[in-house]
């Protein structure tokens, strides 16, 4: 059988077709990412914003498990390596021995995980969010909007992380009422909403008018017992716009795209992105103040906006300070 010129032609491109589709298909970069808790939770659904962006944009295919067990996460990492994904981002804070042992195992592999130690080369990059600057900000708006000068803290775990912005929240605070007194407490949990919403009524039932919701379930307490809260990683102010006054947002963009650009320009590398949380690179920033906008005294404000232009001009540092709050 005699093939004429266009069927002829049409088999070629169907041919050239067919061997680069592998090639288009493997210009997007493949990406998993592992979490222990609700991918809701706020810090976690920091991280998995900034990928839907990246898929968004057309440059990655992003998928993840959520509510991991720590007995589990070495077992998640392993299958996601061996599936193809190229770059790998997690929280490593209680499996750290085991995602590092992952790592080893798949030079390969690029891994981007949540940390409170140091990289590990070659491929094992740590990150965190360095958001004290903003909680920094919030602790001035705290300290100026008590009345009680009582303010109260719920955080999780008394980690390095949670650390350093309960620290950088206090010290905000205490630069607007050098008198305020100080609560903390830490429910030993990412995610357990009703145990953190007890923690703060046991603060508010002991006079805190502010409340530093660094969990979720404490401005549900705050909300319910009518005092204020300050918000940590995520804006929560549309869910309680009469009670969320200002949040230290996190903003988890940077350090993705910097670690999908150097995946895909071959040149990932064990470093610590942590720097890439700071408010000078976008990192973080002080939420807007919304529905509190004309409820916060303008004295305060204009304290709170010229200490945010001195951090971003270099002129104001806060201090990290990682150790158990001593307020």
Same mark, same amino acid.
């Given at each position: 059988?005699?093939?004429?010129?266009?069927?002829?032609?049409?088999?070629?491109?169907?041919?050239?077709?067919?061997?680069?589709?592998?090639?288009?298909?493997?210009?997007?970069?493949?990406?998993?990412? *592992?979490?222990?808790?609700?991918?809701?939770?706020?810090?976690?659904?920091? =991280?998995?914003?900034?990928? #839907?962006?990246? %898929?968004?944009?057309?440059? *990655?295919?992003?998928?993840?498990?959520?509510?991991?067990?720590?007995?589990?996460?070495?077992?998640?990492?392993?299958?996601?390596?061996?599936?193809?994904?190229?770059?790998?981002?997690?929280?490593? +804070?209680?499996?750290?021995?085991?995602?590092?042992?992952?790592?080893?195992?798949?030079?390969?592999?690029? !891994?981007?995980?949540?940390?409170?130690?140091?990289?590990?080369?070659?491929? +094992?990059?740590? !990150?965190?969010?360095?958001?004290?600057?903003?909680?920094?900000?919030?602790?001035? =708006?705290?300290?100026?909007?008590?009345?009680?000068? #009582?303010?109260?803290?719920?955080?999780?775990?008394?980690?390095?992380? %949670?650390?350093?912005?309960?620290?950088? +929240?206090?010290?905000?605070?205490?630069?607007?009422?050098?008198?305020?007194? !100080?609560?903390?407490?830490?429910?030993?949990?990412? +995610?357990?909403?009703?145990?953190?919403?007890?923690?703060?009524?046991?603060?508010?039932?002991?006079?805190?008018?502010?409340?530093?919701?660094?969990?979720?379930?404490?401005?549900?307490?705050?909300?319910?017992?009518?005092?204020?809260? *300050?918000?940590?990683?995520?804006?929560?102010?549309?869910?309680?716009?009469?009670?969320?006054?200002?949040?230290?947002?996190?903003?988890?963009?940077?350090? *993705?795209? #910097?670690? =999908?650009?150097?995946?895909?320009?071959?040149?990932?590398?064990?470093?610590?992105?942590?720097?890439?949380?700071?408010?000078?690179? #976008?990192?973080?920033?002080?939420?807007?103040?919304?529905?509190?906008?004309?409820? =916060?005294?303008?004295?305060?404000?204009?304290?709170?906006?010229?200490?945010?232009?001195?951090?971003?001009?270099?002129? !104001?540092? %806060?201090? %990290?300070?990682?150790?158990?709050?001593?307020?």
């Amino acid at each position: 059988m005699t093939l004429s010129r266009r069927t002829t032609l049409g088999i070629a491109l169907a041919t050239l077709a067919a061997s680069s589709a592998p090639a288009f298909a493997q210009a997007k970069l493949k990406v998993a990412a *592992i979490y222990t808790v609700p991918v809701e939770q706020q810090w976690v659904s920091r =991280i998995d914003k900034a990928l #839907k962006a990246a %898929v968004a944009r057309g440059e *990655i295919e992003y998928v993840f498990s959520e509510n991991v067990a720590n007995a589990d996460y070495e077992r998640v990492m392993r299958q996601y390596a061996e599936g193809g994904n190229t770059l790998i981002v997690g929280e490593s +804070f209680a499996v750290e021995a085991a995602a590092r042992k992952v790592a080893k195992d798949y030079p390969k592999v690029s !891994f981007l995980m949540g940390s409170s130690g140091k990289p590990q080369a070659p491929n +094992f990059g740590v !990150f965190d969010n360095y958001i004290q600057e903003p909680a920094y900000l919030t602790g001035m =708006i705290a300290g100026g909007m008590s009345k009680s000068g #009582k303010i109260g803290l719920v955080g999780g775990y008394p980690i390095p992380e %949670v650390n350093r912005l309960m620290n950088a +929240f206090i010290a905000g605070a205490k630069e607007i009422n050098p008198k305020a007194t !100080f609560t903390v407490s830490f429910i030993n949990s990412w +995610f357990d909403p009703p145990k953190a919403k007890e923690a703060a009524f046991a603060m508010i039932d002991k006079g805190a008018d502010v409340m530093y919701a660094e969990r979720f379930g404490v401005s549900d307490a705050a909300k319910e017992r009518k005092v204020l809260a *300050i918000g940590n990683v995520i804006d929560t102010q549309a869910q309680y716009p009469d009670t969320v006054v200002a949040s230290a947002l996190w903003h988890m963009e940077p350090t *993705i795209d #910097k670690a =999908i650009a150097a995946v895909k320009a071959g040149a990932f590398k064990a470093e610590d992105y942590g720097p890439l949380s700071m408010m000078k690179v #976008k990192g973080s920033s002080l939420s807007p103040l919304g529905t509190f906008e004309k409820k =916060i005294p303008a004295e305060l404000v204009a304290k709170v906006r010229a200490k945010e232009a001195a951090i971003l001009a270099g002129k !104001f540092s %806060v201090k %990290v300070d990682d150790n158990a709050p001593k307020p």
